[in-house]
């Protein structure tokens, strides 16, 4: 995931090949991995995963979505 564009990633959500939540999880196990840097004051796990899942659900039924939505941007 880390190695893809932005571009790349949109795509793979329009086309079911990943979800939000897969992507959301996997950055913030990423942020974990890192998180000696202290590069984030406050972190809302679980409200990210929440957003996800709601646009996970959006794609499902069918809804127009813009191209950055469902990906985890920090």
Do not use: H
């Amino acid at each position: 995931m880390f190695e893809k564009t932005v571009a790349e990633l949109s795509r793979a959500l329009a086309r079911k090949e990943t979800s939000s939540v897969e992507l959301t999880r996997a950055l913030l196990e990423r942020i974990n991995k890192y998180k000696d840097l202290n590069a984030f004051i406050v972190l809302d796990r679980a409200g990210a995963v929440a957003a996800a899942r709601q646009v996970d659900a959006l794609r499902r039924s069918g809804a127009a979505l813009p191209a950055l939505a469902g990906l985890p941007i920090v």
